[in-house]
């Protein structure tokens, strides 16, 4: 229990000291406290780790040795798409292509095509890509940049024009497989 002196008011000649029970406003703090440490731990579970230099190592040891790798990044906007090799933070090229799609699938599923970014992609590949020899097994990388409204079925059209690229790769046995020439990778904001 606590007590508080009001002081002498008016030409009052009794106590004003009161009580107050300090009980009920403990409970109230330890039951803030107590809330604020249960979302604090749902919060931070909750998040996603991400790293600016997706793909890539944390250290790249004896690895550092060679220039990085060029790597295609592709920006979804609006009404077009932008193609950009680059090597380090270097922009190598620039290319920027319609956002014209072709309709299709059938009524009851309707599905988005963009032939021109899968032609753009294909032509960039063959101009830039690091990983064209059919006995090199790493892929070149693709970065796609993308609004959090833009529609599934749009990524998908993105995605299907990436992988529409393909590139031969010589297998242990001697034969020679298609393979996509590159491996996607989503930027995160």
Same mark, same amino acid.
């Given at each position: 229990?606590?007590?508080?002196?009001?002081?002498?008011?008016?030409?009052? #000649?009794?106590?004003? $000291? !009161?009580?107050?029970?300090? =009980?009920?406003?403990?409970?109230?703090?330890?039951?803030? @406290?107590?809330?604020?440490?249960?979302?604090?731990?749902?919060?931070?579970?909750?998040?996603?780790?991400?790293?600016?230099? @997706?793909?890539?190592?944390?250290?790249?040891?004896?690895?550092?040795?060679?220039?990085?790798?060029? =790597?295609?990044?592709? !920006?979804?906007? %609006? $009404?077009?798409?932008?193609?950009?090799?680059?090597?380090?933070?270097?922009?190598? !090229?620039?290319?920027?292509?319609? #956002?014209?799609?072709?309709?299709?699938?059938? /009524?009851?599923?309707?599905?988005?095509?963009?032939?021109?970014?899968?032609?753009?992609?294909?032509?960039?590949?063959?101009?830039? *890509?690091?990983?064209?020899?059919?006995? /090199?097994?790493?892929?070149?990388?693709?970065?796609?940049?993308? %609004? $959090?409204?833009?529609?599934?079925?749009?990524?998908?059209?993105?995605?299907?024009?990436? $992988?529409?690229? #393909?590139?031969?790769?010589?297998?242990?046995? *001697?034969?020679?497989?298609?393979?996509?020439?590159?491996?996607?990778?989503?930027?995160?904001?």
């Amino acid at each position: 229990m606590a007590g508080v002196d009001v002081g002498p008011q008016g030409g009052h #000649k009794r106590a004003t $000291n !009161s009580d107050i029970n300090m =009980v009920p406003f403990i409970d109230l703090l330890f039951v803030t @406290v107590a809330f604020l440490l249960i979302t604090a731990v749902w919060v931070t579970s909750s998040r996603i780790t991400a790293d600016a230099q @997706v793909p890539g190592k944390d250290s790249c040891g004896e690895d550092c040795s060679h220039a990085p790798e060029k =790597v295609l990044h592709v !920006s979804i906007g %609006e $009404n077009d798409f932008n193609l950009a090799w680059k090597q380090a933070g270097t922009v190598l !090229s620039e290319t920027h292509v319609a #956002k014209d799609h072709v309709p299709g699938g059938e /009524d009851s599923v309707a599905t988005v095509r963009y032939p021109d970014l899968a032609r753009a992609i294909e032509k960039e590949w063959g101009a830039h *890509g690091g990983h064209v020899d059919p006995s /090199d097994r790493k892929p070149d990388q693709v970065i796609l940049h993308t %609004e $959090n409204k833009t529609p599934f079925k749009e990524l998908v059209a993105v995605l299907d024009a990436v $992988n529409g690229t #393909k590139r031969d790769l010589r297998l242990s046995d *001697g034969k020679t497989v298609k393979m996509p020439a590159f491996n996607s990778t989503f930027a995160v904001r």
